[in-house]
């Protein structure tokens, strides 16, 4: 089957990463009895990680060409539901953000980093579920950022699949993709 084959390599090459990818999803919200305070962190934790990391694909040279970053752009949603969970903008503004984004000379490498942060939404749906058993009154105004792809999860991995494929054009391309998403976990 040559469909979506990077995804498919990619899930493969990552697979002892995935653990360590998905340690804050299984720290804070997969969990009996998650708090409020819980999904708070989670959330300051994937604002840190997706500000400057926004910011760097917004800059990569030819990514807009390949995918449409701006429409895959999270960190306003994470913005959103801190502030509906009790978070002031000043507390935002002050939360800690990851200084080890690297700088983004091309789509191949930007598009490793676009899978890991894309990967975790694929279990949105199981996790916005699991939330409103402890959180419902909470999850009805903060769940902005895991409902994001709501009811079109498949549609975008498809897509971001696609883009990967058509980027791919060499094993070279394709090592370089494999590469960036593995290192980029490790941040």
């Known amino acids: 089957m040559d469909e979506l084959r990077m995804l498919i390599r990619l899930n493969e090459e990552t697979q002892p990463h995935h653990a360590e990818a998905d340690s804050d999803v299984d720290r804070y919200l997969f969990r009996?009895?998650?708090?409020?305070?819980?999904?708070?962190?989670?959330?300051?934790?994937?604002y840190g990680f997706l500000?400057?990391?926004?910011?760097?694909?917004?800059?990569?040279?030819?990514?807009?060409?390949?995918?449409?970053?701006?429409?895959?752009?999270k960190s306003a949603l994470v913005v959103h539901d801190l502030m509906a969970l009790g978070t002031t903008m000043d507390e935002v503004s002050d939360l800690p953000q990851c200084s080890m984004i690297p700088t983004f000379h091309g789509p191949a490498i930007a598009l490793g980093w676009i899978y890991v942060i894309e990967r975790p939404l694929l279990a949105s749906a199981v996790l916005r579920g699991h939330l409103a058993t402890y959180l419902r009154a909470e999850m009805a105004y903060a769940s902005s950022y895991l409902g994001c792809y709501a009811g079109q999860v498949g549609t975008m991995w498809r897509e971001l699949g696609e883009v990967l494929d058509r980027v791919a054009t060499t094993p070279a391309i394709a090592d370089r993709i494999i590469a960036s998403a593995a290192r980029s976990i490790s941040f």
């Open 32 to 46: 009996q009895h998650v708090a409020v305070e819980d999904y708070r962190t989670y959330l300051s934790r994937v």
């Open 51 to 73: 500000v400057p990391l926004e910011a760097g694909l917004a800059m990569t040279p030819g990514l807009d060409e390949a995918l449409d970053v701006r429409a895959r752009a």
